[in-house]
């Protein structure tokens, strides 16, 4: 069964601090992996994405996702944490065998603590 | 902001009731998702659309209906709206599935 996981609900985080949010993921085929972030109130908005190549991904806010292949993860990095990246960060992977769907993880709420 | 709009944003209804919900788009993308985000359960897809008038369904879609008459819009119709169904509703758009998604505000739906 194609799914993705984000084993921690909240994760807390001092202000300055590297922050990591994690995801695993089940799915066939190879995967199509992406973040997204929601701030209160909002929808979703695009954080980054693997599809190919170099294993480290870069994205917007200076987020960063580590695939790896072999723990089927693609954990959410930031090398400082910002209060304003107090966020829900969703974790989601395209259905590897009806590649119309993307599937989203729970969630992980996000607070970076002044 | 991708052009994405939702109407309305926030709407009441009672048990029995119908309700449209519209998304509308500016950037001529193929596909088009209905979500309901809920506590505990993240985003679960509802309705999705890959051209006009050409729909599939998700994993919640159960007392759904959906429509595609152009590009632009695609309504999700909730035939009798039961209490179950309140949520918080969003709308997405795509390039084709290995793209990001684009999301819009959302619509609150409280059903009495």
């Known amino acids: 069964a194609q799914s993705v996981a984000q084993p921690e609900d909240q994760v807390n985080v001092a202000e300055g601090n590297p922050l990591t949010v994690k995801c695993t993921y089940s799915v066939s085929g190879n995967p199509y992996l992406f973040w997204y972030v929601q701030y209160p109130n909002r929808g979703l908005q695009f954080l980054l994405k693997y599809i190919t190549g170099d294993n480290l991904v870069k994205g917007s806010y200076g987020f960063e996702a580590e695939f790896n292949k072999s723990q089927t993860s693609f954990h959410l990095k930031k090398p400082s944490a910002l209060v304003s990246d107090s966020a829900l960060y969703f974790c989601a992977v395209r259905d590897g065998t009806s590649y119309d769907k993307v599937i989203f993880g729970p969630g992980t709420s996000l607070s970076v603590i002044p | 902001d991708a052009g994405i709009t939702q109407s309305p944003r926030h709407k009441v209804t009672e048990t029995g009731t119908p309700v449209t919900l519209r998304c509308h788009q500016t950037e001529n993308h193929r596909y088009m998702y209905w979500y309901r985000q809920d506590p505990g359960h993240g985003l679960r897809l509802i309705h999705y659309s890959y051209g006009v008038k050409d729909t599939d369904k998700g994993e919640v879609s159960d007392g759904y209906s959906v429509s595609r008459s152009k590009t632009e819009d695609f309504l999700l119709t909730l035939e009798s709206a039961t209490s179950s169904q309140t949520s918080v509703y969003f709308c997405?758009?795509?390039?084709?599935?290995?793209?990001?998604?684009?999301f819009g505000p959302g619509t609150r739906l409280t059903v009495l």
């Open positions: 997405a758009i795509s390039r084709d599935p290995g793209n990001e998604q684009f």
